[in-house]
């Protein structure tokens, strides 16, 4: 039973401990923060799958820098604004980085069901996928509407080693696919395609790397595909000093040997007890996640503890059954539990 659950695994968030965890705090987007891109030549995005070694020694620019601005927006959203003015607006915490929606010249979308991209933690062999829709205005003074309804999918689908110009060597760089496949509705429908790449660093909070492409479909039989690449303007280092990946990535033990906890009864059915014990004072998180990776609910969080712990978990609504992950954040150290839900 344990080798098909530790199998099942490898769609949930236990197989976070493989570096690198895009997080909120590591990788989350912030208010006050600036991120350059350099267009470049475009690049294909090479293969999925695990320890991949993607050489882009070669990438040449071929514009001038853009910059990206993060401020705080309305309602407790952030505001990211591109070079070209454009206004994309997200809800972005620990648990999720979700796209609200767009403000440009001669063009709005405002979602009424918007897009994930994220869901934090988020690792190799992580996935998320659903629909979104909402509204588009166009015109000089947005006088035109119409609606915009599509599935979007985002995965965590490779890792491996980036080699970048400037002899930069990249290890443990995460690559997350995203796809959105929508139509716009206004005089006529337009359905558009876009399937973007984004390679994510451990020492850097933003894509290192991005490319892109996006294809359109018209009424009359037209098509027309745009394809981009950028590449970061930030001072990358390499960090060659890093251990490389594992050749499998696998689930975080369950039994360390410097932290000592039990959970039970496993499985469960209306509630587990959770005990831990810490040698010293310690910075503490402890959340629950569907097997999907979804969140449910944090035990603990936030807190400072030492000596012994006891959590139980009774929750005022009636649990799905099956299998659920209990994710157990000691400072820097991470460990999951699986459990059944009768």
Not at 133 to 143: D, I
Not at 159 to 182: A, C, F, I, M, Q
Not at 229 to 244: G, H, Q
Request: charged share 20%; proline share 5%.
């Amino acid at each position: 039973m344990k080798k098909v659950l530790f199998s099942m695994l490898l769609f949930a968030p236990a197989v976070l401990a493989a570096q690198p965890v895009l997080t909120y705090q590591t990788h989350g987007l912030r208010a006050g923060e600036s991120h350059g891109m350099q267009k470049v030549e475009y690049l294909s995005p090479g293969n999925a799958e695990a320890k991949q070694v993607w050489d882009f020694r070669s990438v040449s620019p071929i514009d001038p820098q853009r910059i990206e601005t993060i401020d705080n927006g309305e309602a407790g959203k952030l505001k990211v604004t591109s070079a070209d003015g454009s206004k994309f607006t997200y809800t972005c915490n620990e648990y999720a980085n979700v796209y609200e929606g767009y403000v440009s010249t001669g063009r709005t979308i405002e979602f009424e069901k918007p897009i994930t991209k994220i869901k934090y933690p988020f690792g190799y062999g992580s996935r998320l996928a659903g629909d979104f829709n909402g509204h588009c205005y166009y015109g000089a003074n947005l006088s035109h509407a119409g609606t915009i309804a599509g599935s979007f999918s985002s995965e965590a689908d490779a890792y491996g080693v980036l080699r970048l110009p400037n002899d930069v060597t990249l290890h443990n760089v995460l690559r997350v696919k995203t796809r959105e496949s929508y139509v716009e509705s206004l005089c006529s429908h337009v359905h558009i395609e876009t399937v973007k790449y984004l390679w994510y660093a451990p020492e850097y909070r933003y894509p290192v790397l991005v490319t892109w492409e996006i294809s359109y479909s018209y009424e009359n039989g037209e098509t027309k595909t745009v394809t981009e690449s950028f590449y970061t303007t930030e001072k990358l280092v390499s960090n060659t000093a890093t251990p490389v990946i594992a050749d499998t990535p696998k689930p975080a033990q369950e039994d360390p040997v410097d932290i000592k906890y039990t959970v039970y009864p496993n499985p469960y059915n209306s509630y587990f007890h959770l005990t831990y014990t810490l040698e010293k004072e310690t910075m503490v998180n402890i959340a629950l996640y569907t097997a999907s990776g979804q969140f449910v609910t944090f035990l603990v969080k936030n807190q400072k503890q030492n000596g012994v712990q006891h959590v139980t978990y009774n929750p005022i609504s009636a649990d799905f059954a099956g299998m659920y992950v209990v994710r157990l954040l000691f400072d820097d150290k991470v460990y999951t539990k699986t459990l059944i839900k009768d």
